[in-house]
T-cell receptor, first 112, second 114 residues
Framework: GQQVMQIPQYQHVQEGEDFTTYCNSSTTLSNIQWYKQRPGGHPVFLIQLVKSGEVKKQKRLTFQFGEAKKNSSLHITATQTTDVGTYFCAGSGFGNTGKLIFGQGTTLQVKP | NAGVMQNPRHLVRRRGQEARLRCSPMKGHSHVYWYRQLPEEGLKFMVYLQKENIIDESGMPKERFSAEFPKEGPSILRIQQVVRGDSAAYFC????????????FGPGTRLTVT
């Protein structure tokens, strides 16, 4: 079936270090979305990538969509304690219903 | 503009009871999605509804689970004869009719089955 895999599952970094999470889909995606979930909270939309090879930046966050539209990455430069949480990628384009298939998430811990 | 509303936020049920989870989408949104999240896991798609229609229920268990989104009122996710394995966080998300794709999530309902 349709699967979206995400690695690593956990990442502990020192404040100021960089962080990257990777996402791979078993099938070509229509688009990919990224969400952040704080402990005890709900997923919050960060960004959507639609075009092959697309790169988008939000301050210290850089999002990439692969040329084949099957993989994506999120890179955070110089992490801060406010970056703590779980980052999920979610693939769209399965059966044209708008449903999202989520990766397992990468939980980021930042030591001050 | 109020966000997606879900209630109750926490629900405790004994095995065999029924659980009803409610979701009011954001104003102007007509698409509703339900997801389930087990501890330390990602969100699993359950069902996608528009007003009075189930569009995609490919993620719904065949038995005991049902969902509706009536013309008036909130969307309801109903779980009959709950079992311990149903304990999870259930999130509802909504998107506008001509959506650009992003979904707006509610705070979730944490269901505990004792």
């Amino acid at each position: 079936g349709q699967q979206v895999m995400q690695i690593p599952q956990y990442q502990h970094v020192q404040e100021g270090e960089d962080f990257t999470t990777y996402c791979n889909s078993s099938t070509t995606l229509s688009n990919i979305q990224w969400y952040k979930q704080r402990p005890g909270g709900h997923p919050v939309f960060l960004i959507q990538l639609v075009k092959s090879g697309e790169v988008k930046k939000q301050k210290r966050l850089t999002f990439q969509f692969g040329e084949a539209k099957k993989n994506s990455s999120l890179h955070i430069t110089a992490t801060q304690t406010t970056d703590v949480g779980t980052y999920f990628c979610a693939g769209s384009g399965f059966g044209n219903t708008g449903k999202l298939i989520f990766g397992q998430g990468t939980t980021l811990q930042v030591k001050p | 503009n109020a966000g997606v509303m879900q209630n109750p936020r926490h629900l405790v049920r004994r095995r065999g009871q029924e659980a009803r989870l409610r979701c009011s989408p954001m104003k102007g949104h007509s698409h509703v999605y339900w997801y389930r999240q087990l501890p330390e896991e990602g969100l699993k798609f359950m069902v996608y509804l528009q007003k009075e229609n189930i569009i995609d229920e490919s993620g719904m268990p065949k038995e005991r689970f049902s969902a509706e989104f009536p013309k008036e009122g909130p969307s309801i996710l109903r779980i009959q004869q709950v079992v311990r394995g149903d304990s999870a966080a259930y999130f509802c998300a909504s998107s506008p009719p001509a959506g650009t794709g992003e979904q707006y999530f509610g705070p979730g309902t944490r269901l505990t089955v004792t």
